[in-house]
T-cell receptor, first 115, second 114 residues
Framework: DQQVKQNSPSLSVQEGRISILNCDYT??????FLWYKKYPAEGPTFLIS?????DKNEDGRFTVFLNKSAKHLSLHIVPSQPGDSAVYFCAASGLAQGGSEKLVFGKGTKLTVNP | NAGVTQTPKFQVLKTGQSMTLQCAQD?????MYWYRQDPGMGLRLIYYSASEGTTDKGEVPNGYNVSRLNKREFSLRLESAAPSQTSVYFCASSAYRGRSYEQYFGPGTRLTVT
C-alpha cells in the first residue's frame, strides 16, 4: 500500500521555464511534507517543507503548495536551471515511537532541465 | 563539519556472507535511520533509532539487524547476505526539536550481493 505517490517517473523542461512536480498521499494523519533532491552517487538533501496547517511555502525559486482536501502537494521551480536536474523525492511525516519522526517517501521523479 | 558519514562506499559480497555497514553523525542528533534505495522503489526505511539505546523496525527489516552503539553511531548488519539485498543503503539522522522533521543523509553504501 503506497502511502505517498509520485506518479510521474520523469519530467523534462526547458531552462527558464517552470517545473511542476506532483505528489499525492493517502494517509490523512501525515502532518508535515518535505521535498528532497538527489544527485547521482550522493545522498538526498533537504529542499523545502510545508506544515499541514499551511497551503504554501516559498523559498527562492522553490514553492511547495499543499491541498489537504485533495491530499495533493506540488513543487514548483521557477525558473528552472540545468543544475536542478536531479531526482526529487516527496516525503510525508508522522510521529513514530520514541518521539522521532518517520518519513514515508514516494518513488521519486527524475527532472531533466534542458539548456 | 562532516555531517553523516558512511563506510564503506562500495561492497561486493557473496551470498551467505555477513557484513556491517557503519554510520556516524557529528551533529548531536538524537534520531538515526537506515534506508535502502532500489530502482523505481524510492527510499524504504529498514530500521530507526529514536534515541540512544532504542531501535525499532521500519518498513523492510527482514534480514537486517542494527545497533545504536552510542549517540553518534548506528550500524546495520547483514548476517547472511542475499541477492535481494543488493541495493544502495543510506543512513540519516535528525534532531528531535518538538516537530523538526529535516533528516540529513549520508552519501550511501552501494552493496552488491552475488
Amino acid at each position: 500500500d503506497q502511502q505517498v505517490k509520485q506518479n510521474s517517473p520523469s519530467l523534462s523542461v526547458q531552462e527558464g521555464r517552470i517545473s511542476i512536480l506532483n505528489c499525492d498521499y493517502t494517509n490523512s494523519m501525515f502532518d508535515y511534507f518535505l521535498w528532497y533532491k538527489k544527485y547521482p552517487a550522493e545522498g538526498p538533501t533537504f529542499l523545502i517543507s510545508i506544515s499541514s496547517i499551511k497551503d504554501k511555502n516559498e523559498d527562492g525559486r522553490f514553492t511547495v503548495f499543499l491541498n489537504k482536501s485533495a491530499k495533493h502537494l506540488s513543487l514548483h521551480i521557477v525558473p528552472s536551471q540545468p543544475g536542478d536536474s536531479a531526482v526529487y523525492f516527496c516525503a510525508a511525516s508522522g510521529l513514530a515511537q520514541g518521539g522521532s519522526e518517520k518519513l514515508v517517501f514516494g518513488k521519486g521523479t527524475k527532472l531533466t532541465v534542458n539548456p | 563539519n562532516a555531517g553523516v558519514t558512511q563506510t564503506p562506499k562500495f561492497q561486493v559480497l557473496k551470498t551467505g556472507q555477513s557484513m556491517t555497514l557503519q554510520c556516524a553523525q557529528d551533529m548531536n542528533h538524537n534520531s538515526m535511520y537506515w534506508y535502502r534505495q532500489d530502482p523505481g522503489m524510492g527510499l524504504r526505511l529498514i530500521y530507526y533509532s529514536a534515541s540512544e539505546g532504542t531501535t525499532d523496525k521500519g518498513e523492510v527489516p527482514n534480514g537486517y539487524n542494527v545497533s545504536r552503539l552510542n549517540k553518534r553511531e548506528f550500524s546495520l548488519r547483514l548476517e547472511s547476505a542475499a541477492p535481494s539485498q543488493t541495493s544502495v543503503y543510506f543512513c540519516a539522522s535528525s534532531a528531535y526539536r518538538g516537530r523538526s522533521y529535516e533528516q540529513y543523509f549520508g552519501p550511501g553504501t552501494r552493496l552488491t550481493v552475488t
